[in-house]
């Protein structure tokens, strides 16, 4: 800062001594109490380094003596938010599945949570919004269900698992049909059957081999996957007659499943969640696209 | 007044020696810059104390100030029934329930484009107002001087006029001063919070919350609002006052673009006036006799000013189009028997013809206030028209991040998530159908799993009902990646509310 002040020639006004290729600039004071302001707020924030946490050290911080956490404070307001939850979940517990269903509240709440769960423990495999990814993991968007559609067989599913250690798992096995010495079918054979089974979606590009794969058909793959490729869903076995696969739907794929089956698995969540969650779920899936 | 007759025809007491805030800068700053004293950024504030005046001014402020403050506080007393389950108060911002009530008007959160539209009217009428009369705003309507207005009269009442208020500040403590003081401060808190808890009834309801507040039963929320604008009331209109306009405030910084040389400013006749000298006993003034001006420099103008300004240095920031110097000097005029209104609301056009001698004129209408006139209109009008058509109902519709799914069947089906507002104060019920797609049927969640042409859905009263469907259509119908298509929601009388959408797709090739 200047240690005098001149005056300007065309206003008389104290100017602060700056210049700049001629120009000066002019000492307009502020009011003093403007500078109390800057004090003050000084002034405050000591206060606040003291009352709150504040300096970051090598093994933590500084605490501050009223012992604030935001940490704490958003447990506190995550478990405020359950306890006003709570009548919902109570709701969500003492209700069917189609009682929640056809409750707006509950099932606003139940759509809401499902979608939540879903996201955190769904949808690596199903995809978000349950629609699948190649390779066995079911779309839950579509019409087209392994183990049942309705919300009973969709809630004992998530609860059970499918292949899973649990009693009450979905379980089934598709046996290998080749690939061994011994094997029930050739190749020559495994292919026949193939063409059948496109066929049965109106898709065969030989008639002949199908024909040949009929029986074939009648007699390893029928009494799952029905006469018609319908399919079984006490079994689990897809149907075979529509347009929605589970993996590779061309004839290599066919093939390559006959042959050496692949089979998928989920966890029985009845483990890792509790009894609404589940219920939410089942609620939720059910509602994706395809619920019946 | 002197028994020589030397000294000048009025003789305000220790009012004699007046000196605007701009002098009593100049003189800090002069005894600043002296040598070898070091260059002060800061100046203490120099502080005013106006005098008490009466004129036609005046009367205007104080009507101005009962009006505005009459309405400010008893506003949120004004019932309005909207029947049961709705607030009565006539104006209220409701933000816990996110919604807004102006008597027959009552607005949802998504429709605060109202808010905006009144707020452009605020903005092009202070314009409108500034390029016609000038600060008028400034002078009679705006809070900061309302309530500043408020807290100086109460301050006159307790502590005296001008002179005595000087003294006063000038006497050692003592009991009468700090009994003054007191009393006065205790005067503007308990005004400041009337301020702060009337602000608070614009909020929630007036009676509710009056009993609430002194029974310990409000919300935090309530009580820190009603300490925060009794605190500012208390800092701006007690302290602060005219610094708020001179610091920080935006708008005398831009005023001067609304004005233009016929806008309607206080002016001080300055051919008139000057040369400016006291009269002295005996003496008569007019511009073709003497040499002197009207101007008597009796400074009783800046004696009166409430920003300390001495108005015949010409327009300046600090000036907030009061007129209490035109009062003043009219006053003054009068007792020394020369014309009034030597200050003024006039014209730079008026000023400049009338030393020219020709013919004074007024010019209201030009381009800039009949451009502002006309965006007023145009805005008011378009408010109008959308509050005359605003629907009582309306359908959102939100599309699942899933594009598409293909069913067993071949059928595509696509998933939304549906709001159904209903802004009447009635429970309704609603057909809801989709168009556009030949086939489409609607699976409503919750209520069948079996598609439909037409669902039903409902909404409670001045509320919204949520559902999720899913649209099936037979592929052949899908011509594309994406169909437009429309939620039509028909109430029971037949009024219809649309929302337009898209139905996703397999690419042609693929199906």
């Known amino acids: ?116 769960a879903f996201a955190d423990n769904c949808a690596p495999c199903h995809g978000v919004g349950g629609t699948g990814n190649p390779g066995g993991y079911p779309s839950l968007a579509d019409d087209d269900w392994l183990w049942g559609g309705g919300l009973a067989e969709i809630h004992a599913t998530i609860r059970h698992g499918v292949r899973t250690e649990d009693d009450d798992a979905r379980v089934s096995e598709m046996p290998a049909f080749g690939g061994e010495e011994d094997a029930q079918l050739t190749p020559e054979q495994i292919g026949d059957v193939a063409e059948f089974v496109l066929s049965l979606g109106k898709r065969a590009t030989d008639g002949a081999a199908a024909a040949r794969g009929a029986p074939l058909y009648k007699e390893h793959c029928a009494s799952c996957h029905g006469e018609t490729g319908q399919g079984d869903r006490e079994q689990g076995a897809p149907r075979l007659s529509d347009a929605i696969w589970l993996r590779d739907g061309s004839k290599a794929g066919i093939v390559a499943q006959i042959t050496r089956p692949n089979m998928g698995a989920m966890p029985a969540w009845r483990t890792r969640l509790d009894a609404e969650t589940i219920k939410m779920l089942a609620v939720y899936v059910h509602a994706l696209g395809g619920g019946e | 007044m002197s028994p020589d007759g030397s000294a000048t025809v009025h003789d305000y007491g ?271 003034r007019n511009r073709t006799g003497g040499d002197a001006g009207h101007c008597i420099d009796c400074k009783q103008c800046v004696a009166v000013c409430p920003t300390g300004i001495d108005i015949r240095d010409g327009l300046q920031l600090e000036c907030i189009g009061c007129g209490l110097c035109v009062d003043s000097c009219n006053e003054i005029m009068a007792k020394v028997g020369l014309p009034p209104n030597l200050i003024a609301f006039d014209t730079e056009r008026r000023m400049a013809q009338q030393a020219a001698k020709q013919p004074l004129t007024y010019r209201l209408i030009r381009p800039r206030t009949v451009l502002y006139f006309f965006l007023m209109l145009g805005v008011a009008g378009l408010m109008v028209f959308a509050l005359a058509t605003r629907d009582d109902r309306s359908v959102n519709v939100l599309h699942d991040r899933t594009l598409f799914v293909r069913l067993s069947s071949g059928a595509i089906q696509n998933s939304y998530d549906v709001k159904v507002l209903n802004k009447a104060r009635t429970a309704r019920r609603f057909d809801l159908t989709v168009e556009g797609l030949p086939g489409a049927k609607i699976v409503l969640v919750g209520r069948s799993t079996e598609p439909a042409a037409r669902v039903v859905v409902s909404a409670p009263p001045d509320g919204l009902g949520e559902y999720r469907l899913h649209v099936r259509a037979p592929a052949a119908g899908v011509t594309g990646e994406e169909t437009k298509i429309r939620f039509v929601v028909t109430g029971e009388d037949g009024g219809t509310a649309v929302r337009e959408t898209t139905f996703r797709g397999p690419k042609a090739q693929s199906r």
């Open chain 1, 1 to 116: 800062m200047p240690s005098k002040s001149e005056k300007d020639l065309y206003t008389g006004q104290a100017t602060t001594g700056h210049e700049w290729d001629g120009i000066e600039e002019l000492n307009t004071p502020l009011p003093r109490w403007w500078l109390w302001v800057l004090y003050a707020t000084i002034a405050w924030s000591v206060v606040y380094f003291i009352l709150y946490p504040a300096i970051p050290g090598w093994s933590g911080y500084t605490k501050g003596v009223l012992g604030y956490s935001s940490r704490v404070e958003i447990e506190e307001k995550i478990a405020a938010a359950r306890a006003a939850q709570g009548k919902f979940r109570d709701g969500i517990r003492d209700s069917s599945l189609s009682e929640i269903r056809t409750d707006d509240r509950l099932l606003r709440f139940a759509l809401a949570g499902g979608k939540a």
């Open chain 2, 14 to 284: 220790d009012d004699a020696d007046v000196r605007s805030v701009r002098e009593q800068k100049a003189d800090a700053r002069a005894g600043a810059a002296a040598p070898a004293r070091p260059l002060n950024l800061y100046a203490r504030r120099v502080q005013v104390y106006p005098r008490k005046v009466r004129g036609r001014f005046r009367s205007l402020k104080w009507a101005a100030l009962l009006g505005l403050l009459g309405l400010y506080y008893i506003l949120p007393w004004v019932r309005w029934d909207r029947g049961p389950g709705a607030p009565d108060q006539a104006v209220l911002v409701d933000l816990n329930h996110e919604r807004g009530y102006f008597f027959f008007i009552e607005i949802w959160p998504q429709e605060v484009y109202y808010l905006t539209g009144i707020l452009v009217l605020a903005a092009v009428g202070l314009f409108l107002a500034t390029s016609l009369a000038g600060r008028v705003w400034c002078g009679y309507a705006c809070p900061q001087t309302v309530w500043t207005d408020l807290f100086m009269w109460v301050e006159r009442q307790i502590e005296g006029d001008r002179s005595a208020r000087i003294r006063l500040d000038k006497q050692p403590l003592s009991a009468g001063k700090v009994g003054r003081k007191t009393a006065k401060h205790a005067a503007w808190l308990a005004i400041a919070f009337l301020t702060g808890g009337a602000w608070i009834m614009y909020f929630v309801d007036a009676p509710t919350v009056v009993g609430d507040f002194f029974t310990g039963a409000a919300s935090e929320t309530t009580y820190f609002f009603v300490g925060l604008f009794t605190a500012t009331t208390y800092l701006l209109a007690g302290m602060a006052r005219e610094q708020v306009c001179t610091y920080m405030c935006p708008w005398p910084r831009f005023q001067a673009a609304m004005l233009d040389e016929d806008s309607l400013v206080v002016t001080y006749n300055r051919y008139r006036g000057e040369p400016r000298g006291p009269i002295r006993k005996g003496e008569t």
